[in-house]
């Protein structure tokens, strides 16, 4: 029989669009597909129906197969005859063992062709906005594996070499031994107060950030719960991060005299508002009740809702018949987010979730992301209606139980009064404008006493209260010419 030919293809560093189109040819030519845990799912799609799809995903200390079991199933494969596509995250070449699958089908006599990947040591830093190198700041840069950084009997990483040596330092797989690597450089001599990002899950809309110093990264890392896979960049390129960062959301980042980050981890922020929501079609992924508690914030606002889950929780049977509610029974798919400006992924599984948050990136969908604010654009915050009254809460994504239990103590403190009080206002407001009379903020501010107002409100005073506030806001205002 005769042999079949092996493609070691690079997949690129997690965004699909990365890889290159000789890659997506010898997908779609192939016979089986070996493919690693970082490979992003959607690329499969571009293989044919009748395509053998194998995974031998490795996580750290973790694996489907090992090495050995891959060189062999590797040929194995070939010798059937077959078109074998070994998909690797990255490049082949660089720190993904393509050399030594090479080496195995060359002492086989196996045929083989090198297809190079964008790799995550050079596209990683480029999507957190940091170039490896730049004028005036950095001429050189080295990848390095952290994997094997500390080894107190024979380090095979010459860490004085690299601490004076390039100008900027890229280091893959080194989450788990970040504090060893850290100590390794300042050891030889590097500055403690040396710039460093840590970028996880680098190029998909999940992305995050982190800046600090060699002094203090790993523990701005832990505070951060960041998991691997991560990009390590070490070196004064990393303050240009603040000027060209153009891909990763939802970060804001303290700035320093000279317009550069201080190197403090990355905090979300978000601005609050009120959106009409009235007829605007939204989708939300998943059936438990932390869904249903998202559909029913969305139906009260108006919302024409898509509800995709392959199970509901029984509390989706209060919603009825209500026909702005569409429960479609199946599993979540690309393509399922058509004609939709707004998503809520409110799975169970954080990879779905970040899956659907992907697929609403490309759609240019606003999305939300239960217990996951890094790769959300908005949240729903905790909220109370008075009549025209609304008071909402949030922590920013960081305590949904905490927001709630913050709102419900508020929803006592805000009593009915509150809605009659606020009636009473707009009277004012509209009477004040009818007469021409105008009242900045400060005057509104200053006018509504609700140490006096309130109390006059609630024992049923309203006239009384409202003669009071006029009162107070005309006193030193005169009608417009």
């Given at each position: 029989m005769k042999k079949g030919k092996?493609?070691?293809?690079?997949?690129?560093?997690?965004?699909?669009?990365?890889?290159?189109?000789?890659?997506?040819?010898?997908?779609?030519?192939?016979?089986?597909?070996?493919?690693?845990?970082?490979?992003?799912?959607?690329?499969?799609?571009?293989?044919?129906?009748?395509?053998?799809?194998?995974?031998?995903?490795?996580?750290s200390s973790h694996h489907t197969l090992d090495q050995k079991a891959i060189n062999r199933l590797l040929i194995e494969k070939a010798e059937e005859g077959k078109s074998v596509i070994r998909l690797k995250g990255g490049d082949p070449f660089v720190l993904g063992r393509g050399g030594e699958e090479a080496s195995s089908l060359r002492r086989r006599g196996i045929p083989f062709e090198v297809v190079p990947g964008v790799s995550s040591a050079v596209a990683v830093p480029a999507y957190a906005g940091i170039p490896l190198t730049h004028r005036g700041v950095a001429s050189s840069f080295a990848v390095v594996t952290g994997h094997k950084a500390f080894d107190k009997?024979?380090?095979?990483?010459?860490?004085?070499?690299?601490?004076?040596?390039?100008?900027?330092?890229?280091?893959?797989?080194?989450?788990?031994?970040?504090?060893?690597?850290?100590?390794?450089?300042?050891?030889?001599?590097?500055?403690?107060?040396?710039?460093?990002?840590?970028?996880?899950?680098?190029?998909?809309?999940?992305?995050?950030?982190?800046?600090?110093?060699?002094?203090?990264?790993?523990?701005?890392?832990?505070?951060?719960?960041?998991?691997?896979?991560?990009?390590?960049?070490?070196?004064?390129?990393?303050?240009?991060?603040?000027?060209?960062?153009?891909?990763?959301?939802?970060?804001?980042?303290?700035?320093?005299?000279?317009?550069?980050?201080?190197?403090?981890?990355?905090?979300?922020?978000?601005?609050?508002?009120?959106?009409?929501?009235?007829?605007?079609?939204?989708?939300?992924?998943?059936?438990?009740?932390?869904?249903?508690?998202?559909?029913?914030?969305?139906?009260?606002?108006?919302?024409?809702?898509?509800v995709i889950s392959p199970t509901f929780h029984p509390r989706f049977i209060e919603l009825g018949d209500q026909k702005t509610v569409h429960l479609i029974r199946r599993r979540y798919q690309t393509g399922n987010l058509k004609e939709t400006s707004i998503v809520i992924a409110a799975t169970d599984h954080a990879r779905i979730n970040r899956k659907v948050a992907e697929d609403a990136l490309k759609k240019?969908?606003?999305?939300?992301?239960?217990?996951?604010?890094?790769?959300?654009?908005?949240?729903?915050?905790?909220?109370?209606?008075?009549?025209?009254?609304?008071?909402?809460?949030?922590?920013?994504?960081?305590?949904?139980?905490?927001?709630?239990?913050?709102r419900t103590s508020l929803e006592h403190t805000f009593g009915e009064e509150y809605q009659a009080l606020l009636s009473l206002v707009g009277e004012v407001r509209s009477a004040m404008k009818k007469k021409g009379v105008k009242a900045t903020g400060d005057t509104w501010q200053e006018a509504l006493d609700l140490d006096l107002l309130v109390p006059l409100v609630r024992s049923g005073q309203f006239k009384r209260a409202k003669t009071l506030l006029s009162s107070r806001l005309t006193s030193t205002h005169r009608p417009r010419k």
């Open positions: 092996v493609y070691l293809v690079g997949a690129g560093p997690g965004d699909p669009g990365l890889i290159t189109v000789k890659g997506l040819e010898c997908l779609r030519r192939a016979d089986v597909i070996i493919y690693d845990r970082l490979v992003d799912p959607s690329l499969l799609d571009h293989a044919g129906a009748t395509a053998e799809r194998i995974y031998v995903g490795k996580a009997d024979k380090p095979e990483i010459a860490w004085d070499r690299l601490a004076a040596g390039p100008d900027t330092l890229v280091i893959l797989m080194g989450m788990k031994n970040l504090s060893h690597v850290a100590d390794r450089l300042m050891k030889h001599h590097k500055s403690p107060s040396t710039p460093v990002a840590v970028i996880t899950e680098g190029t998909t809309a999940h992305q995050r950030s982190v800046t600090g110093t060699l002094g203090d990264i790993a523990k701005k890392v832990r505070s951060e719960n960041l998991k691997p896979p991560a990009v390590v960049v070490v070196g004064h390129v990393v303050t240009l991060r603040k000027r060209l960062r153009w891909f990763d959301k939802g970060f804001l980042q303290p700035i320093g005299k000279e317009g550069y980050p201080f190197g403090q981890s990355e905090a979300i922020s978000y601005s609050p508002v009120f959106l009409n929501l009235h007829g605007r079609k939204c989708t939300v992924v998943g059936g438990g009740e932390v869904a249903f508690r998202k559909v029913k914030m969305l139906l009260d606002g108006g919302a024409d809702v898509t240019k969908a606003l999305v939300n992301a239960v217990d996951d604010p890094a790769i959300s654009d908005f949240i729903l915050p905790s909220f109370f209606r008075k009549g025209g009254l609304t008071v909402a809460v949030s922590t920013g994504g960081a305590s949904p139980a905490l927001a709630r239990k913050i």
